[in-house]
């Protein structure tokens, strides 16, 4: 019973394995104010046919060479709409904590498509980021993000 419970759960930890996309973009931050280029690294994993979780595994700002690593810098729930059209159109909203020059945690939303390529998919992303808490003492902000990129799927190229 043991070693049927060890197979189970080995069966699922690669199952997600092969579930899992990794995306890799570049985009602009803060447009109309202080705008800036940015590169991004994602993982994400789908949750059920029309959501899926992305987590930020690396965010570089390209203006001042900064590099935010690691799972916490932010997260999204991507709520998909799987429509018989050629762009798949899908929303992101969730958080991002930055940790730069002062401290700041921002609320996510937005909108996006992916179009399906052979073994990639290429995705265009736009929305806003709504900075709540700031400790360096500014007011709350609100500025606006692009990107583009593409999302590997694992389970299609493995």
């Not at 736009?126 to 694992?154: E, R």
Request: proline share 4%.
């Amino acid at each position: 019973m043991r070693k049927l419970f060890i197979l189970i759960i080995t069966l699922l930890l690669i199952n997600s394995l092969f579930s899992l996309t990794i995306g890799v973009g570049v985009g602009v931050e803060d447009l109309g104010n202080n705008a800036y280029g940015a590169a991004k690294v994602d993982a994400i994993l789908p949750l059920v046919s029309f959501l899926d979780a992305r987590l930020n595994l690396l965010f570089l700002n390209l203006s001042e060479i900064k590099i935010n690593l690691g799972t916490g810098i932010g997260s999204d729930i991507i709520v998909k709409f799987p429509l018989p059209i050629i762009f798949q159109p899908y929303i992101p909203f969730g958080f991002s904590y930055f940790s730069n020059h002062s401290k700041s945690f921002n609320l996510k939303g937005g909108i996006g498509i992916d179009k399906e390529f052979i073994l990639i998919l290429g995705y265009l992303e736009g929305g806003f980021n709504l900075n709540l808490l700031k400790t360096n003492g500014t007011s709350q902000t609100t500025y606006f993000y692009f990107q583009g990129g593409i999302k590997l799927p694992l389970g299609k190229i493995l």
